[in-house]
């Protein structure tokens, strides 16, 4: 994000665009690192125009989504894009993260934000450790998450041992446009080195990295996608469940497999059974 930055400041063209841009200021938000010693200098090396590079300070106060300042910077230093990361750091002590309603109520601050003023606003967050799952189910935290934002990119190394520094970014969600293409590039001493555009989907780029071990079960991998797909909206009847699954020809050992290995919860409310994605995967 830092790499992108430094385009957008100078006003260059983003890789693989030709459409021109202005000069933009740039809120970078982190708790991550140091902003003297590691993000000016991670700017700067990538050749990024300091003058359209500012931090809200956060010593005696710290942000969360709802602040009032963010709005107020955004406006004062008509700000185009604003970089908070992580989400874990921004989204507020009293948020839980595995709370729908709660991640809800604070992404709303931002969406509103963005409405008035225009700014893009990107919120970096950490992946979970399921890696044989969709990658729009391994945010960290409730799948409200990934329902509330308009687009989330991925990033993942490749599978090229001769180059431990390549990484695709991929899209994994996109409400407003078409799906991107994936982007080749590498980790460079100055910033990143953007290489190629290729045709990847992010469930390509995130399964050519898993081990293959064993034969995997055809049946059993077809029905999970099913599961997943079918509530990635949300709950759904348990009864409406079955009976979706085994129209689509699966048997009740290969769906009570690929359930269980899913994770996907079974709760009651009243007299009727639910089924549901579990948040955190």
């Known amino acids: 994000m830092l790499s992108i930055s430094a385009l957008l400041s100078k006003g260059e063209k983003l890789p693989f665009d030709d459409e021109e841009k202005e000069k933009m200021t740039i809120i970078y938000q982190t708790t991550e690192d140091d902003a003297d010693d590691t993000v000016v200098l991670r700017f700067n090396s990538a050749g990024g125009n300091g003058q359209n590079l500012i931090f809200i300070k956060e010593d005696k106060r710290t942000l969360t989504f709802g602040a009032d300042r963010i709005l107020q910077a955004i406006k004062q230093f008509n700000a185009k894009l604003l970089i908070l990361d992580p989400m874990s750091s921004y989204i507020g002590d009293e948020c839980s993260l595995n709370n729908a309603n709660e991640t809800r109520a604070e992404f709303n601050h931002l969406i509103s934000v963005a409405k008035e003023t225009g700014c893009a606003i990107v919120i970096i967050a950490h992946m979970n450790k399921a890696k044989d799952i969709n990658p729009l189910y391994r945010t960290n935290g409730s799948i409200d998450i990934a329902g509330a934002v308009r687009s ?130």
């Open 152 to 281: 989330i990119l991925a990033i993942t190394k490749t599978n090229n041992i001769e180059n431990l520094s390549e990484r695709y970014m991929v899209q994994v969600k996109s409400n407003l446009a078409p799906m991107g293409k994936a982007i080749l590039f590498e980790v460079a001493e100055k910033g990143v080195n953007f290489i190629d555009e290729v045709e990847l989907t992010a469930e390509e780029a995130f399964s050519s990295l898993l081990p293959k071990i064993g034969r995997p079960n055809e049946k059993e991998e077809s029905a999970k996608k099913y599961i997943l797909n079918m509530l990635k909206n949300g709950k759904m009847l348990a009864s409406e469940c079955e009976e979706k699954l085994r129209l689509a020809g699966f048997k009740k050992s290969t769906i009570k497999k690929a359930k269980k290995n899913l994770g996907v919860q079974s709760e009651k409310g009243g007299f009727i059974w639910y089924w549901s994605l579990p948040e955190e995967n």
